[in-house]
T-cell receptor, first 112, second 114 residues
Framework: GDSVTQMEGPVTLSEEAFLTINCTYTATGYPSLFWYVQYPGEGLQLLLKATKADDKGSNKGFEATYRKETTSFHLEKGSVQVSDSAVYFCAPRGEYGNKLVFGAGTILRVKS | DAGVTQSPTHLIKTRGQQVTLRCSPKSGHDTVSWYQQALGQGPQFIFQYYEEEERQRGNFPDRFSGHQFPNYSSELNVNALLLGDSALYLC?????????????FGPGTRLTVL
C-alpha cells in the first residue's frame, strides 16, 4: 500500500535558520503530494501541494519540489520563525485512491 | 467563505457507549473524508463519502460507520466504544473533479473514552 517516511523529530532550530524536512513516499500510479501543518490543539492546515513531476509547491516561504525519480517531496524554508513551530506532515494521495496517507509527522521547534 | 466545521469540539464517553460526530464541508465541496489521529501519531483514513455513498474505506472495524446527507454534511458514528478509540477525529472536505481533489481539514473533535 501507499506509505510515507519523514525524518524523525523533533527538529530544533534557531530563528532565521534554514529548514529541511525530508519526505519520501511510495504510492500507486502517479500520486499528488501534499504538506500539511498542525499547530498545537488544532486541525491540519494545507501548506502546499504539487501534482506532477518537477512541480514546485510554495506558500508562506515554504517550498517543496515533486521529485518522481527519487520519490521525494522535501520541505524547505530559508529562514524559519518562532511562529513556524508546529508538526509537519507529508502526505501522498495515490492516483487511484482517495485517501491521504500520513506518517507520524515531524515536530519543528524554533527558538528565539 | 466558511471553512470545514465540526461539532462538538470535545466529547467524553465511557466504554461501550455510542457517539456521533458531525461535519459540515467547505462551501462548494461535495466530498467528506474522516480521519482518526491518535495522540502523537499522524491521521489514519477511516472512510470517504461522496453522493451519499461510502466511496472508500480504510482499515477500521464495522463499529465505525458514517452517513452523508443531501446537503453534503456528514456524520461519523462509533458504536461500542473502546478505550483505544480516544483520539482527535478530523473531517476533511474536497470537490471531486476539482483538479487535485485537495482535502481541507476542520478543527477536529477530541473524543475521550473512559
Amino acid at each position: 500500500g501507499d506509505s510515507v517516511t519523514q525524518m524523525e523529530g523533533p527538529v530544533t532550530l534557531s530563528e532565521e535558520a534554514f529548514l529541511t524536512i525530508n519526505c519520501t513516499y511510495t504510492a500507486t500510479g502517479y500520486p499528488s503530494l501534499f504538506w500539511y501543518v498542525q499547530y498545537p490543539g488544532e486541525g491540519l492546515q494545507l501548506l502546499l501541494k504539487a501534482t506532477k513531476a518537477d512541480d514546485k509547491g510554495s506558500n508562506k516561504g515554504f517550498e517543496a519540489t515533486y521529485r518522481k525519480e527519487t520519490t521525494s517531496f522535501h520541505l524547505e524554508k530559508g529562514s524559519v520563525q518562532v511562529s513556524d513551530s508546529a508538526v509537519y506532515f507529508c502526505a501522498p494521495r495515490g492516483e487511484y485512491g482517495n485517501k491521504l496517507v500520513f506518517g507520524a509527522g515531524t515536530i519543528l521547534r524554533v527558538k528565539s | 467563505d466558511a471553512g470545514v466545521t465540526q461539532s462538538p469540539t470535545h466529547l467524553i464517553k465511557t466504554r461501550g457507549q455510542q457517539v456521533t460526530l458531525r461535519c459540515s464541508p467547505k462551501s462548494g465541496h461535495d466530498t467528506v473524508s474522516w480521519y482518526q489521529q491518535a495522540l502523537g501519531q499522524g491521521p489514519q483514513f477511516i472512510f470517504q463519502y461522496y453522493e451519499e455513498e461510502e466511496r472508500q474505506r480504510g482499515n477500521f472495524p464495522d463499529r465505525f460507520s458514517g452517513h452523508q446527507f443531501p446537503n453534503y454534511s456528514s456524520e461519523l458514528n462509533v458504536n461500542a466504544l473502546l478505550l483505544g478509540d480516544s483520539a482527535l477525529y478530523l473531517c476533511a472536505s474536497s470537490l471531486i473533479g476539482g483538479g487535485t481533489d485537495t482535502q481541507y481539514f476542520g478543527p477536529g473533535t477530541r473524543l475521550t473514552v473512559l
